[in-house]
């Protein structure tokens, strides 16, 4: 695992997200329970300054489209998205790449990611312009992977 690239460098090519970790956090992600139980110590305090955190499980209501657009972590593990290095799934794999940290799994994540965009293209074809209260599931799931849908 090589650790050396600064916060928010050093990404391949290929991986150009619109949000960092503390906008998504700030904008309202995973119903404010992504981490849970877990210790959030090992990123920056400034990230939960304005989060949307859930102190009682997931709440859609944290979401910034207001809508449920998450499968649980089990289904995560069912489908084999889940890496020992990364237990809580893509969105700690992107904090720790943010981070700086670069590992033999940035590939499959950075294909993950790139795989989204065909939601991104959803929104942009079947909504209007501007309209952010057409496909909301599709736009906070975007917001879910770095993708600022609010922007299509």
């Not at 990404?11 to 997200?17: A, N, T, V």
């Not at 949307?52 to 084999?80: C, M």
């Not at 989204?116 to 959803?122: D, L, P």
Request: aromatic share 14%; net charge positive; with cysteine.
């Amino acid at each position: 695992m090589q650790t050396d690239s600064p916060h928010g460098t050093g990404f391949d090519p290929d991986f150009r997200p619109d949000l960092t970790p503390a906008q998504m956090l700030a904008l309202g992600v995973f119903g404010g329970a992504y981490f849970d139980n877990e210790s959030t110590d090992e990123y920056p305090k400034e990230w939960f300054k304005d989060a949307k955190i859930s102190d009682h499980g997931p709440d859609k209501s944290l979401n910034y489209f207001g809508v449920d657009a998450s499968q649980s972590r089990e289904e995560w593990i069912r489908k084999g998205w889940i890496r020992d290095q990364d237990p809580l799934g893509w969105f700690q794999w992107y904090c720790r790449y943010y981070l700086g940290r670069r590992s033999e799994d940035d590939a499959r994540q950075i294909k993950r990611w790139r795989q989204m965009v065909r939601h991104a293209a959803q929104v942009k074809y079947g909504c209007r312009a501007g309209d952010a209260t057409c496909r909301p599931k599709q736009r906070q799931a975007l917001l879910h992977w770095a993708y600022d849908s609010r922007r299509i």
